[in-house]
Every structure is written in structure tokens, then in C-alpha cells.
Nanobody, 115 residues
């Protein structure tokens, strides 16, 4: 059983930066995909960024040029660097792991961007 733990969320002013981290408790070297999702109150959860096993990345249009997803294989960790944050980036951010036959979600970390 793989457990994901997010960290790095908080309150930041518009234009500021945050770096989210997701630590996996078990080996995920054979993963299919890793992604960050976010969910604002009353809205559906949406994918923000994703990275495949081969290293290809995709981003939601609204965060392109501002967010960067990366993986540290040695530390079994995936990061989301968020720059030039906007109030509309506010929400609970979740780490997601696709192992092909298994799926895992983190507990989420709150990101609040003040205007």
C-alpha cells in the first residue's frame, strides 16, 4: 500500500510563490503517471499538472508558464513549483499516483492566495 503525503501549502499574497511536495511511502519507480489536482469549494476537482513515467509533462492552460511539476526519483517525491500565484489558484491541492492497476490520492494541502 502506497501512501502519499503533501506539504508546502499555505497562505500567500498574489504574485507570490509556493512549492508543494508529495512524498510517497513506498517505491513508485514503475508508476504510470503522477499528477497534481486542485479543488475549490463547490467546484469539481481539476488536474493542474501531470508527469509520465517517461518524463513528459502537461499543464492546465491557466497555469502554463507559472507552474512546474518535477520528480525527485531518489527521494520518492514529486513537486509542484507555483510562481506568480493568483487568487484563482486557491484550493486544496492533491497529489495523485497512477500505478496502472492501482490509484492513490494524498490527503491534500490547502493553498490560499490573497488578492
Amino acid at each position: 500500500q502506497v501512501h502519499l503525503v503533501e506539504s508546502g501549502g499555505g497562505l500567500v499574497e498574489a504574485g507570490g510563490s509556493l512549492r508543494l511536495s508529495c512524498l510517497a511511502s513506498g517505491s513508485i519507480f514503475s508508476f504510470s503517471g503522477l499528477a497534481w489536482y486542485r479543488q475549490a469549494p463547490g467546484e469539481q476537482r481539476e488536474q493542474v499538472a501531470a508527469i509520465t513515467r517517461g518524463g513528459s509533462t502537461t499543464y492546465r492552460d491557466s497555469v502554463k508558464g507559472r507552474f512546474t511539476i518535477s520528480r525527485d526519483n531518489a527521494k520518492n517525491t514529486v513537486h509542484l513549483q507555483m510562481n506568480r500565484l493568483k487568487p484563482e489558484d486557491t484550493g486544496v491541492y492533491y497529489c495523485f499516483l497512477d500505478m496502472g492497476q492501482e490509484y492513490y490520492w494524498g490527503q491534500g494541502t490547502q493553498v490560499t492566495v490573497s488578492s
